[in-house]
Structures are given as structure tokens and as C-alpha cells.
């Protein structure tokens, strides 16, 4: 079975810009959880989705904001980049039921300049 | 006081040690506690699942919950070299699913 894919695996951004990061998750998997990963701060909880609806939410700015689509494949955004959005953002898909069986995927390295 | 307190080491230690990893915790309502490990440029995989207080064993790994002392600990028998990795523990409670996680221990297991 494939597992969570991400994309792009690197970026490269500078100040001000916008960035979508992309996320597949294992089949038949319906839930998607966004963290974001930094050395300060650890990780950090995003949103996570469930059948296209955002169930959970953790405290980030509104700039950050992602979506699922009907085949469970999710997006996230994030708008007017700053130097510390700087980070490795992962994406983690599990059955709904449960949560011990969460996989992540290998993340998305953001650099802002 | 961070929800969950990981030491974030490193620690070193030589081939064939016990090696033992801790988190503490503030929140009494986490029942489910996980212990992921992160190889460097990859994403976490689960390693332990335990639910509420007690032992699980999972060949060379052992993890231990201790509610009462909101405790949490991860043990690594014989430790190899390709134990050398970033590990992180997680717990959530039953109204939250969402894992809360420790910021990492770094460990690293030399020849």
C-alpha cells in the first residue's frame, strides 16, 4: 500500500509571496492533519479534514487555510509569507475511528527569504 | 508550562545500551500516548501505541505509561546505530483525538 505522498518536497519562497503544498494520503484513508515542524517549537498542529470539512483547528493566523477534496487529496495554503513560516510542514492521514494509526509523510521543506 | 516536556538531549550512547527516553505531561485527561521516531529529512512513524497506564512491548522497544506521576517513558534494548533518530512522544485524550507532541529527544547510538 503507497504511503502519504507530499509536494513539491522543497520550496523556496521569499517574503510576501503565497505557497500551496499538496498532500495524498494512503487510500481508503479519509482524514488528512496538516503540522507544521520547526526546531523552536516542534510540532505544531495545523487543521485536520475530514470528507472536504475542516474538523480541527489549531491556533495559527489566518493566513494559513488548506482544503480536501472528494478524493480525500488535500491542499494547504499559506498567503503572505513570512521569515518564520520557515518550516518542514507534514501531513499526516489516518482512519477516522482512530488515531493510533496516523501516518505521516516525509513533509514539504518551506524556505522563506 | 508546555502541555508535554521532552528533553530534547542529545543524548549519546555506545552500541548495546538500554536507552531511556521521557516525557512528562500536565494534562490528566490524555488516555492514548504514542511514541513516534523521526529519521533525519523524513516524516514520523508511529513506533508505540499504549492506552491509559501500563507496559506495552514491542520486541526491542518497551513503553511505559504512569498516569499517576503523568509519566511516560520509551526503553531501547541492545541499541543499534540505525536507532540513531529523532524521537518524539504524543499523547491525546478521548474528547481530543488530535495528538499533542513533545518537541523530540535526539538520540544518537555510536559503534
Known amino acids: 500500500k503507497a504511503g502519504v505522498t507530499q509536494t513539491p518536497r522543497y520550496l523556496i519562497k521569499t517574503r510576501g509571496q503565497q505557497v500551496t503544498l499538496s498532500c495524498s494520503p494512503i487510500?481508503?484513508?479519509?482524514?488528512v492533519s496538516w503540522y507544521q515542524q520547526t526546531p523552536g517549537q516542534g510540532l505544531q498542529f495545523l487543521f485536520e479534514?475530514?470528507?472536504?470539512?475542516?474538523?480541527n483547528k489549531g491556533n495559527f493566523p489566518g493566513r494559513f487555510s488548506g482544503r480536501q477534496f472528494s478524493n480525500s487529496r488535500s491542499e494547504m495554503n499559506v498567503s503572505t509569507l513570512e521569515l518564520g513560516d520557515s518550516a518542514l510542514y507534514l501531513c499526516a492521514s489516518f482512519r477516522a475511528e482512530k488515531t493510533d494509526t496516523q501516518y505521516f509523510g516525509p513533509g514539504t521543506r518551506l524556505t522563506v527569504l | 508550562q508546555k502541555e508535554v516536556e521532552q528533553d530534547p538531549g542529545p543524548l549519546s550512547v555506545p552500541e548495546g545500551a538500554i536507552v531511556s527516553l521521557n516525557c512528562t505531561y500536565s494534562?490528566?485527561?490524555?488516555?492514548?500516548f504514542m511514541w513516534y521516531r523521526q529519521y533525519s529529512r523524513k516524516g514520523p512513524e508511529l513506533l508505540m501505541y499504549t492506552y491509559s497506564s501500563g507496559n506495552k512491548e514491542d520486541g526491542r522497544f518497551t513503553a511505559q505509561v504512569d498516569k499517576s506521576s503523568k509519566y511516560i517513558s520509551l526503553f531501547i534494548r541492545d541499541s543499534q546505530p540505525s536507532d540513531s533518530a529523532t524521537y518524539l512522544c504524543?499523547?491525546?485524550?478521548?474528547?481530543?483525538?488530535?495528538?499533542?507532541f513533545g518537541r523530540g529527544t535526539s538520540l544518537i547510538v555510536h559503534p
Open positions: 494534562n490528566s485527561a490524555f488516555q492514548y
Open positions: 504524543a499523547m491525546s485524550g478521548e474528547r481530543s483525538y488530535i495528538p499533542t
Open positions: 479534514y475530514f470528507s472536504e470539512t475542516q474538523r
Open positions: 487510500s481508503g484513508h479519509r482524514s
